[in-house]
Antibody
Framework: QLQLQESGPGLVKPSETLSLNCSVS??????????WAWIRQPPGKGLEWIGC???????HYLPSLKSRVTISLDTSTNQFSLSLTSVTAADTAVYYC???????????WGQGATVTVSS | EIVLTQSPGTLSLSPGERATLSCRAS???????LAWYQQKPGQAPRLLIY???SRANGIPDRISGSGSGTDFTLTISRLEPEDFAVYFC?????????FGQGTKVEI
């Protein structure tokens, strides 16, 4: 049974870098069958796709965040990560990691990690 | 970028009634790669429909998806109490895999 679990600081100061990890159990992040994605949801608002990474390390990002975001794989720990620089209060959200099989929709989600940007 | 617009914003219905939710894309969705998700408070979204009309594992047949190109519909034929939630559509044909803004189905 595939499980995803987000981890990282729940509080980040403005202008600093938000870093989250997603631990994957039950599957390998090096599989050619999956994309690994980050999605966020500000309080009381809708879902925003941040980006994804493929087994090769190729990543795609939301254009409005592209200058600040990096998604990468850590094959030694079977985790993938999100880094978002120069954060502001607008980056306060629940951050979800998720899996999307190639040719299919995003089918497995982590439980979500709440990140607040505040001094 | 493809922009998805969902309507209505809120749907007020009673158990047993039919719910019809719309998702319109600003350009044609590649390979009908359009999904629908259900989200309840405090929970992660759950995949309902992929490929515009295929049900994900374990989804009851009262929930169905239809449409192609730029116009898609999620239909719940007879609302059960557990169906009252927020529903999002998402296109995953081209990056960025955008979501619609959501439709709340309330009692």
């Amino acid at each position: 049974q595939l499980q995803l679990q987000e981890s990282g600081p729940g509080l980040v100061k403005p202008s600093e870098t938000l870093s989250l990890n997603c631990s994957v159990s039950g599957d390998s992040i090096t599989s050619r069958n999956f994309y690994w994605a980050w999605i966020r949801q500000p309080p009381g608002k809708g879902l925003e796709w941040i980006g994804c990474v493929f087994y090769s390390g190729t990543a795609h990002y939301l254009p409005s965040l592209k200058s600040r975001v990096t998604i990468s794989l850590d094959t030694s720990t079977n985790q993938f990560s999100l880094s978002l620089t120069s954060v502001t209060a607008a980056d306060t959200a629940v951050y979800y990691c998720a899996r999307r099989p190639v040719g299919y929709a995003t089918d497995v989600w982590g439980q979500g990690a709440t990140v607040t940007v505040s001094s | 970028e493809i922009v998805l617009t969902q309507s209505p914003g809120t749907l007020s219905l009673s158990p047993g009634e039919r719910a019809t939710l719309s998702c319109r894309a600003s350009q044609s969705v590649s390979s009908n790669y359009l999904a629908w998700y259900q989200q309840k408070p405090g929970q992660a979204p759950r995949l309902l429909i992929y490929g515009a009309s295929s049900r994900a594992n374990g989804i009851p047949d009262r929930i169905s998806g239809s449409g192609s190109g730029t116009d898609f519909t999620l239909t719940i034929s007879r609302l059960e109490p557990e169906d009252f939630a927020v529903y999002f559509c998402q296109q995953y044909g081209v990056s960025p895999w955008a979501f619609g803004q959501g439709t709340k189905v309330e009692i």
